[in-house]
T-cell receptor, first 111, second 113 residues
Framework: GEDVEQSLFLSVREGDSSVINCTYT??????LYWYKQEPGAGLQLLTY?????DMKQDQRLTVLLNKKDKHLSLRIADTQTGDSAIYFC???????????FGGGTRLMVKP | GAGVSQSPSNKVTEKGKDVELRCDPI?????LYWYRQSLGQGLEFLIY????????KSGLPSDRFSAERTGGSVSTLTIQRTQQEDSAVYLC???????????FGPGTRLLVL
């Protein structure tokens, strides 16, 4: 299968911006997603971007997509302690009918 | 409206026993997915149901795993003769028609002793 890769860990101070990066390998991906997982919980959809877009903004969240480099990023402005969680990027390949997930980035926000 | 629900939320079983995990998708969603989240393997796709079509079972790890979806709604994932390596969180998701955003349930945490 195709690989989706993320860095394991990110630590920021409250009020700073966080940038979580993701690389993927399948250029045929139609949608790319960001999910958030808090301890003991399921996956919460944060945002997504269609592959023909290069940017999407939703309140404190900004998604950037560089199709040439197959690079996706999630920027969280004014990061709060409640943003501490694991963030997963995922690509949807219509032919496979499934999401392929990265390994997750654990975001720690220090007060 | 109600999201995806799963039961039980936690299950502890002995090695060799069978377990059944249940998923109730969002009303009106025709596509249903099962994924497994484990420490060593991350999030893995298991099986996909779309309406009345034959399911995509390509992600099932062994023939001990099976799933069914009755009446196009509720799904049951069955693991026979459980092994310790089956310990994981089993996540269910649904989407409107299979090409759109997937919404996840809270998961069932399975521990095989």
């Amino acid at each position: 299968g195709e690989d989706v890769e993320q860095s394991l860990f990110l630590s920021v101070r409250e009020g700073d911006s966080s940038v979580i990066n993701c690389t993927y390998t399948d250029s045929s991906s139609t949608y790319l997603y960001w999910y958030k997982q808090e301890p003991g919980a399921g996956l919460q959809l944060l945002t997504y971007i269609f592959s023909n877009m290069d940017m999407k903004q939703d309140q404190r969240l900004t998604v950037l997509l560089n199709k040439k480099d197959k690079h996706l990023s999630l920027r969280i402005a004014d990061t709060q302690t409640g943003d501490s969680a694991i963030y997963f990027c995922a690509e949807f390949q219509g032919a496979g009918n499934m999401l392929t997930f990265g390994g997750g980035t654990r975001l720690m926000v220090k007060p | 409206g109600a999201g995806v629900s799963q039961s039980p939320s936690n299950k502890v079983t002995e090695k060799g026993k069978d377990v059944e995990l249940r998923c109730d998708p969002i009303s009106g969603h025709t596509a249903l997915y099962w994924y497994r989240q484990s420490l060593g393997q991350g999030l893995e796709f298991l099986i996909y149901f779309q309406g009345n079509s034959a399911p995509d079972k390509s992600g099932l790890p062994s023939d001990r795993f099976s799933a069914e979806r009755t009446g196009g709604s509720v799904s049951t994932l069955t693991i026979q003769r459980t092994q310790q390596e089956d310990s994981a969180v089993y996540l269910c998701a649904s989407s409107i028609q299979g090409q759109e955003t997937q919404y996840f349930g809270p998961g069932t945490r399975l521990l095989v002793l």
